[in-house]
């Protein structure tokens, strides 16, 4: 199949481009290298190093035996998006392209509105483009897991009936995120829905849990198709920040009591379920949701599952509950579905113990990258409003 990735620089968009030349499919990619430009603003690097686009397509060439199709822009920039898809002509095409950092999106009044700006309108522009020049593509949407929240009720995928004062509908299951970043998630959903209603696209949304993992196998061993892995505040998911955390001796930074539960899943898995989904599309005009996750966890959960596997490789790892700087619930009933995926054939890893074992070998090596930005690993950007990093700093534990 042909597909087209937008966000083919970011940490599941390279790999995805790989996995995919792997299986076969023909790709072709845009970025505009904000990731990298977001992850230095903040003040941080990727704990992988990453190289620059030309050596990526170079390795890819090396490793693979064919180019990956590549053009530098943004999905803002309509005309350069539309005449992309109107060439590449995609079967499919995965938007990755987001900016999907919670704590980035809650720093201030200008990142709130540069993230759904960016967010919001170039998932906007992309259903307009597949509306204009490749209607019959199959739209492979990055949502997220905090679309919906933490219901004191079972989550589904995407829809639920509902009887109310005697009749009965099946309706959109209600919407609770906790960011402004994982708002602009749910507006992609109405849009999206929208959009096949109106015009017929068909789309996936996939309602994706928080990410982990330094590979996957189709990257083999050459540096130059690694994927990035950032630790800071931002862009660091949990179990990431935590791996980075053990390699350097710090203590992992638990957020509160840490029973918040959250669905996590390692890239591998994430490689899967994507290509699940574009090898298996919808019908057309179809709009449906895929819950994404390999297991629910809770963070302390996590932190001892990462300091079982520093242990295994000899490392001394400790666990600190910090100040939760983010308003969320510390306590709380989770059990989303994730049968969608499963009927199609997803094959979940179940063990995290050893993709954290995997992670931190690949981390060691660069103990030192992650050691020079040491001070980036505890948070100071709060929900609200505040930013506190002079008291953070010091921050003592909680509840250890
Ligand atoms: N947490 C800690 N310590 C840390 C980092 C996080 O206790 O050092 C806690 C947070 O308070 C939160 C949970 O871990 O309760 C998850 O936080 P996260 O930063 O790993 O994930 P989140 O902000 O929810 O966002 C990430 C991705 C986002 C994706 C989302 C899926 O950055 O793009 O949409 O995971 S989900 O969480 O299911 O919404």
Redesign the pocket.
Same mark, same amino acid.
Do not use: D, I, L, W
């Given at each position: 199949m042909k597909v087209f990735i937008a966000g083919i620089d970011g940490y599941l968009g390279w790999a995805l481009a790989q996995y995919l030349t792997a299986r076969g499919h023909e790709v072709a990619g845009t970025d505009r290298y904000l990731r990298r430009q977001w992850v230095e603003e903040v003040g941080s690097v990727s704990a992988i190093p990453i190289y620059s686009m030309e050596e990526r397509l170079a390795a890819f060439r090396d490793h693979f035996g064919k180019e990956l199709q590549f053009r530098e822009g943004d999905l803002l920039d309509y005309p350069f998006l539309r005449s992309y898809l109107e060439d590449f002509q995609p079967d499919a095409i995965v938007h990755l392209a987001e900016m %999907? /950092?919670?704590p980035y999106s809650m720093m201030d009044q200008a990142h709130a509105v540069g993230t759904h700006t960016n967010n919001v309108n170039g998932s906007l522009n992309v259903l307009w483009a597949m509306r204009e020049v490749c209607p019959n593509a199959h739209l492979v949407k990055l949502g $997220?897991? +905090?679309e919906y929240g933490t219901p004191n009720v079972d989550i589904p995928e995407g829809f639920f009936e509902i009887e109310y004062r005697g009749r009965k509908d099946r309706m959109t299951f209600p919407r609770n995120p906790g /960011?402004f970043y994982?708002l602009t998630?749910v507006h992609d959903t109405h849009n999206t829905i929208f959009a096949c209603r109106i015009w017929g696209l068909s789309a996936t949304d996939i309602m994706?849990?928080?990410v982990f993992g330094t590979q996957i196998d189709e990257m083999g061993d050459d540096p130059r198709l690694r994927s990035r892995l950032d630790f800071d505040q931002c862009f660091g $998911?949990?179990i990431n @920040?935590?791996a980075c955390q053990a390699v350097i001796g710090h203590p992992l $930074?638990?957020?509160g009591v +840490?029973h918040?539960k @959250? +669905?996590f899943l390692p890239m591998r898995d994430s490689m899967q379920c994507l290509t699940i989904a574009i090898e298996n599309p919808p019908k057309q005009g179809e709009y449906r949701v895929f819950n994404q996750f390999e297991e629910c966890y809770t963070?302390t959960e996590l932190a001892e599952k990462v300091r079982e596997a520093g242990t295994a490789v000899g490392l001394d790892v400790e666990i600190e509950h910090f100040d939760?700087p983010?308003t969320?619930k510390e306590e709380h009933y989770y059990n989303p579905d994730r049968q969608h995926l499963l009927d199609l054939g997803y094959k979940p890893t179940h063990d995290v113990v050893a993709e954290v074992k995997i992670m931190l070998k690949d981390l060691i090596p660069h103990r030192e990258r992650i050691m020079e930005k040491r001070e980036i690993l505890v %948070?100071d950007i709060r929900w609200d409003g505040t930013r506190r990093r002079s008291n953070v700093l010091t921050a003592s534990p909680v509840n250890s």
């Open positions: %999907p /950092s919670a $997220t897991m +905090g /960011s994982h998630k994706q849990g928080v $998911t949990a @920040r935590f $930074t638990v957020y +840490g918040q @959250r +669905g963070v939760n983010r969320e %948070p």
